[in-house]
Structures are given as C-alpha cells and as structure tokens.
C-alpha cells in the first residue's frame, strides 16, 4: 500500500474498526489502527496475563479457601 493509499485509508479506520496492514515487497510491516480498538486490545492483554498469572497460582497452590480468608479478616477486628 502506497503512501497516498494510506491517505485515504486513515479517514475510514475509526468507522471500520480492523487493522490497516502495510506491506513491502509482500511482508507485512506496519499495522496501524484506531484508538478505540488499541485500548480495547491493550485491556485484553492485561486481562490475559491476570489469567494466566492466576492459573500459575492455582497451580503452585498459593490460594486460599475465600471462606478461610474472610474468617480471618473478621477475627483481626
């Protein structure tokens, strides 16, 4: 995609909300999108790595019973 294609591309990303891909010599290069979409992919990542630490915890059995942790915060008043 050529520079004046992207001119013209920009006007309509926040209106489609996909990526725009830019290529040379047939390989992607850049992606550009709109604001909105990136702050929306940004809170997905964020939320993924919450999982994903989560489940490491679950695994190496760093969790407590909800019930247990709620007694002993009403013991410590």
Known sequence: ????EVEDEHR?????QEPLIITQNGEAKV???DIGSYENMQETV????????DN???EAGEVHDAADVIARLRERR
């Open 12 to 16: 309509t990303l926040g209106v489609r």
């Open 31 to 33: 992606v550009i999108q």
């Open 46 to 53: 964020a939320l993924l790595k919450m999982l994903a630490l």
């Open 56 to 58: 490491r915890q679950i």
């Open 1 to 4: 995609m050529s520079i004046h």
